[in-house]
């Protein structure tokens, strides 16, 4: 009887023993299962698995190629600031694949990126504050899943190490410049510019004169040029003619008749000079202006 008390006993407190087992395992996977989803939220919250693992089948031309997509950079060739942020993009992936790094542990970096700019440029957070912000995102690396992790426990201490090298020559070193790329306008620059020239026509030709360098002009007024004649004049001398005789034809008038490229070069001589005469008296009483300028303060120097 008690031998049977006993066994029952015993059989009892080992299932106890079994089922306390159970839910110790339950809970373990369940906190693992919770820390896993933690990881992958900060790991995919930039780019997703599949765009991770399409950039990594690419080289350097690709992974710029695909990033311009995933990142609707659609005026990089134009934009300072799209080509600014493709290149930091493009050279902290690649930075991240030649060290090695897992494919979460890119994601991962690329998210730390991406939190880092939209801290710039969003947030308008100085640089002491975003390494502020860096030192709280980086903390618990290396230790177990706390309340104050800040959700890359993916990566190891080293690993953390070589990150914060890399963030330091990249974007903290410059940070100057990258608050400049989000927060100062920039002027538009004028690449184009319309000019208006006109030329002076001949009177009664038909096509314009050609150029010195194109044709000669006497070939030109030989062969191109034909002055017609207007409809009185056809009128009044078709009573007159006789049906055997014809009307001479009267050679063409040279319009530049009596001009040579001499006289061409002393007219425009003349006028530069002119022109160049004024520029110089006015540059001179400047100069002397400031002459005078530097004179008096070189003689107040003197005195003290």
Known sequence: MFGTLRMARRWSEREKDKTKEKEKEKESGAAQEEDKTIDETM??????????????????????????????????????????????????????????????????????????????????????????????????????????????????????????????????????????????????????????VELVKPADALFPAPLEEGLPYDIYSTFIVSIPATEDAVEETEGDVQPDEQPEAEPPVDPLAGYCMDDVKSVLGEVTNEMIGQLQIEINGKLQMQEEAYSVRIEKLKKS
């Open 43 to 196: 790991a995919w919250k930039f780019l997703s698995a599949t765009q991770i693992n399409l950039l990594l089948e690419q080289d350097v031309a690709g992974v710029q190629q695909h990033l311009e997509l995933f990142l609707d950079l659609k005026q990089f060739k134009t934009s300072l600031k799209e080509a600014v942020l493709l290149d930091y993009y493009v050279s902290g992936f690649c930075w991240a694949k030649e060290t090695n790094f897992a494919a979460v542990q890119i994601a991962g970096f690329m998210t730390l990126l991406n939190l880092l700019l939209e801290n710039l440029g969003t947030q308008h957070m100085t640089l002491m504050e975003n390494i502020q912000e860096l030192r709280k995102t980086m903390a618990g690396i290396g230790q177990c899943p706390s309340e104050k992790s800040g959700g890359f426990e993916f990566f190891t201490v080293d690993q953390a190490k070589a990150i914060i090298g890399y963030l330091e020559i990249s974007l903290f070193q410059h940070y100057t410049l990258y608050e400049y790329l989000f927060h100062s306008p920039r002027e538009e620059l004028v690449i184009g510019d319309e000019n208006i």
